[in-house]
């Protein structure tokens, strides 16, 4: 079991940045291939981006790469979601997500076992 949660998250204006920190508890995190996910209103919930167990590999959403960075510090038992030149179309509840695996993580939602409350990022035009 991992228990998940988001921080992080606020308005911002378009432009701006964001930091978002998923802080882990329970077993074994540093076994777990991590993701991150955001849902806006009335559309279906995304993938952003993705970032193995040992944070040698990361994959992203096209509508972010190049804007976004994920990173991991396993000794806190915590995943970033760095969140660069912002647009408006960004604005969404961002969740992270977990499942435990050695391999590359996942892009569909349904392959992660463990989510996070999500935290609500909002950027202004």
């Known amino acids: 079991q991992v228990q998940l949660v988001e921080s992080g998250g606020g308005l911002v204006q378009a432009g701006g940045s964001l930091r978002l920190s998923c802080a882990a508890s329970?077993?074994?995190?540093?076994?777990?291939?991590m993701g991150w996910f955001r849902q806006a209103p009335g559309k279906e919930r995304q993938f952003v981006g993705g970032?193995?167990?040992?944070?040698?590999?990361?994959y992203y959403a096209d509508s972010v790469k190049g804007r976004f960075t994920i990173s991991r510090d396993n000794a806190k038992n915590t995943v970033y979601l760095e969140m660069n030149s912002l647009k408006p179309e960004d604005t969404a509840v961002y969740f992270c997500?977990?499942?435990?695996?050695?391999?590359?993580?996942?892009?569909?939602?349904?392959?992660?076992?463990?989510w996070g409350q999500g935290t609500q990022v909002t950027v202004s035009s």
């Open positions: 970032i193995s167990w040992s944070g040698g590999f990361t």
């Open positions: 329970g077993r074994a995190f540093s076994t777990c291939a």
């Open positions: 997500a977990a499942t435990y695996s050695l391999g590359a993580p996942s892009v569909a939602a349904p392959n992660y076992n463990y």
